[in-house]
Each structure stands twice: as C-alpha cells, then as structure tokens.
C-alpha cells in the first residue's frame, strides 16, 4: 500500500473516531432517548459538544475531495513523494485540526485547517 493509501485509510479513522466522540459529546447533552427518536426539534450541542460535531462535519468535508486526489493520483500512477507528503500532511493537520477546534482556540485551528488544504494541493499538483 503507498504512503497515499496508508494516510487515506487513518484519515477514515480520524473521521470514525470524530465521529464517535461528537456522538458522546451529543449524548452528554441531548441524551440517548432524543438522539434516537425522529431528532425534529432538537436543542443545540454547545460548547465542546458542538465544537466535536462542527470539527466531524468539517473533516466530512475535507476528507471528499482528499480521498477523490489521493485515489486519482494511485488511479493514474501518479503517486509520488511529493503525493506522500501532500498526504501526510492532510493526515496529521486534520488530526491536530480536530483537537485544537474540540478545545476551542480558533486562530491555530485555521492554520491547521490551511496545512490540510496545501497537503491536498501537493496532491492535486501531481496530477497535471
């Protein structure tokens, strides 16, 4: 498996573990009784809570088009050192992405979001 492949894989586990720490964070507030009904009319999820939650959906976001480079890139046989670090840059910048949002400072989380974008720029340059 490429270096590509293998940041593409603990990507998919950062977003799972995000995932179900957001769903913690819900359940601490909201309670498992209104998470599992229909969720019409639900209060919202402050503080860390929303913080996980809006970190998950972000990493939804990102994680789409790293997946659709790195997959084109191993596609077209274009993986190459430079896709490795566009790839590990993703991984560790959307991992620390996710513990500075959860704590809330919010000038390091865009920065860590900006390192993210450049890892899925390197790939993307790599394919022209």
Not at 79 to 96: D, H, P
């Amino acid at each position: 498996m490429t270096a590509d492949l293998q940041m593409l894989v603990w990507s998919a586990a950062l977003f799972l573990a995000q995932m179900v720490v957001a769903a913690i964070g819900a359940n601490g507030q909201l309670g498992l009784p209104a998470l599992a009904g229909n969720r019409e009319d639900l209060a919202p999820v402050t503080g860390w809570d929303g913080r996980a939650r809006r970190a998950h959906l972000n990493m939804l976001e990102n994680l789409v088009v790293f997946a659709i480079v790195v997959l084109v890139a191993h596609l077209a046989g274009k993986s190459n050192s430079t896709t490795a670090l566009g790839a590990a840059l993703f991984f560790w910048a959307r991992l620390a992405y996710a513990i500075i949002y959860v704590a809330g400072v919010p000038w390091l989380r865009t920065a860590a979001w900006a390192v993210a974008l450049a890892g899925i720029l390197l790939i993307f340059s790599q394919l022209f």
